[in-house]
Nanobody
Framework: QVQLVESGGGLVQAGGSLTLSCVAS????????MAWYRQAPGKQRELVAD???????HYANSVKGRFTISADSAKNTVYLQMNNLNPEDTAVYYC???????????????WGQGTQVTVSS
């Protein structure tokens, strides 16, 4: 059974930094894409950043230049380095992964449980 475990969230002052990690466990052959989403209170879940298996990445306009997504395939881990945080970044951050159990297997998708990021002004 594949599971995602996120860590690294917490409380930080505006202008500070945090690094989120998401580790995938289970018998995974490979990843098609890994992404971070976030959901603030009363708002819809939104894509923050994603990275493909060939390491192309995409960012939401609101985080460009401040956040960096990276992946370590050997460790089945995706990271989100967040710099210059502001209160508008406060949200629960979720990891999302497209993966396969075999080389030509059916693509599958899984969500992590979320980690809270709170930025104080």
């Amino acid at each position: 059974q594949v599971q995602l475990v996120e860590s690294g969230g917490g409380l930080v002052q505006a202008g500070g930094s945090l690094t989120l990690s998401c580790v995938a466990s289970g018998n995974i052959f490979g990843f098609d894409a890994m992404a971070w989403y976030r959901q603030a209170p009363g708002k819809q879940r939104e894509l923050v950043a994603d990275i493909t298996s060939i390491r192309t990445s995409h960012y939401a306009n609101s985080v460009k230049g401040r956040f960096t997504i990276s992946a370590d395939s050997a460790k089945n881990t995706v990271y989100l380095q967040m710099n210059n945080l502001n209160p508008e970044d406060t949200a629960v951050y979720y990891c999302n992964v497209d993966y396969r159990l075999r080389r030509l297997g059916v693509p599958r998708n899984i969500w992590g449980q979320g980690t809270q990021v709170t930025v104080s002004s």
